[in-house]
């Protein structure tokens, strides 16, 4: 057997899992232990949680992992496909173990768990043997913490826990999460405890959150902008898309979301009121504020480096709308649109206003869900815009905003569950 003696967990996070005919089936995502009767015994390391197509999430047994390399874990065997639900008696080492902090039996110093080393016992089971940590420090006058001497030791060599009620340090967890999908990472935080989830929120950076927030339940989301500072919570909804500010806004009480919206930048506040105003299930309840609007003079290549922008939502960056002066929303008349294959197709010198696609009208925003969905599919639409009575520009309904509607309202807490409950075995 070809595995190694020792895995830190925080490295192993991410990395793929293939079968024994070399086809990848996932990525690990967590390690699932399970403590012994005492504390003073490591806990054994039981499976894998691994993320397979469709964001599920199922428990790989240690018993069929063969062999775990730089980049790979190899198993035997055929994955057990039915969704990983954790039990009472299981601790998940990312989730839960991580910055967590611990005392040194020792010294008696406070010590922040930033890593998890698992290794193989000679009766091939596997169980928690050393761990990383760093010495808390406390904090600078900016209210960062110190960043204090680290080391290795035994799991037998710290008490379990200081306090369960301290808030538990999540830059280890985020980190092995950098570079997944804010969907992802949405799923993850689903799944986690309310305190657990609040504590990762806290530390997420306000851009991160905000895309993450965007992909959450809704109940999940007040739930996490409601345990935030104002001021912070302030400042993700700014960085939110409007239209998904204004709806969960919509869901707290007027007096809370009154005072949110008190403590935002004006302008950004000024967005979202304007959407708050339309009944929910219009075009003008469902449609962002924050389309690419360009004037007709405009050239080709201005207007694809407009929809070049990193930060603009795929939806949004099919298509420009043409609009006379001004062009913040409410603009001046609306002229039409230019979709992006159209940009591709001629001159970079070209002006927007020489090839608009007028073949469609715009909507109302009184406009119902079924006349937006007619519109998006009879024209092959991702986005259409939606005007006031005097053919200014509002707004734009682009397609996913439609589905989040259509769809029941628990999609996005069952797009990867099983009817049925993993069983360990």
Not at 345 to 370: C, K, N, Q, W
């Amino acid at each position: 057997m070809s595995t190694a003696d020792r895995v830190f967990v925080a490295r192993l996070a991410s990395t793929a899992v293939f079968d024994p005919l070399g086809d990848q089936v996932g990525r690990v995502r967590d390690v699932v232990i399970v403590y012994r009767a005492t504390m003073r015994l490591p806990p054994k390391a039981i499976g894998l949680v691994v993320e397979v197509p469709g964001r599920r999430r199922v428990f790989v047994p240690m018993g069929r992992v063969t062999s775990i390399d730089a980049g790979a874990v190899i198993t035997t065997g055929l994955v057990n496909m039915r969704r990983f639900e954790q039990r009472s008696s299981e601790t998940l080492v990312m989730n839960d173990l991580l910055g967590r902090k611990v005392v040194l039996r020792d010294s008696g110093a406070e010590v922040t768990i930033e890593d998890v080393a698992i290794e193989q016992q000679p009766n091939r089971e596997w169980e928690v043997g050393r761990l990383f940590v760093r010495r808390v420090t406390g904090k600078t006058a900016f209210g960062f913490r110190k960043r204090g001497e680290s080391t290795q030791v035994d799991w037998v060599d710290v008490d379990h826990p200081v306090d369960s009620t301290v808030d538990q340090d999540a830059s280890q967890l985020i980190a092995a999460y950098q570079d997944t999908k804010p969907a992802d990472l949405a799923d993850v935080l689903r799944e986690m405890s309310p305190k657990r989830r609040l504590e990762v929120a806290r530390e997420l950076n306000t851009e991160r959150l905000a895309d993450v927030l965007e992909e959450l339940p809704e109940e999940t989301s007040i739930e996490i902008v409601s345990g935030l500072e104002m001021d912070r919570a302030a400042e993700v909804l700014e960085e939110m898309q409007p239209d998904d500010a204004a709806d969960l806004l919509g869901e707290l009480d007027d007096e809370r979301a009154e005072e949110l919206l008190q403590a935002m930048d004006a302008d950004e506040a000024k967005d979202v009121r304007t959407l708050l105003a339309y009944d929910e299930d219009t075009a003008g309840g469902l449609m962002t504020t924050e389309p690419v609007i360009l004037s007709p003079e405009t050239t080709v290549a201005e207007a694809l480096a407009h929809v070049r922008r990193e930060d603009l939502p795929t939806a949004l960056a099919a298509a420009v709308f043409v609009c006379r002066q001004p062009l913040e929303p409410p603009t001046g008349k609306y002229l039409g649109v230019v979709h992006i294959q159209a940009l591709l197709r001629v001159p970079p010198t070209e002006a927007v206003g020489s090839i608009i696609d007028d073949e469609f009208e715009p909507l109302g925003s009184d406009a119902t869900i079924a006349e937006v969905s007619k519109t998006l599919a009879a024209y092959n639409l991702v986005s259409v815009p939606v005007v006031d009575d005097n053919d200014h520009l509002v707004g734009v309904v682009t397609v996913d905003d439609v589905l989040d509607e259509l769809l029941p309202e628990d999609w996005r807490s069952n797009r990867s569950d099983e009817a049925e409950e993993v069983r360990h075995g």
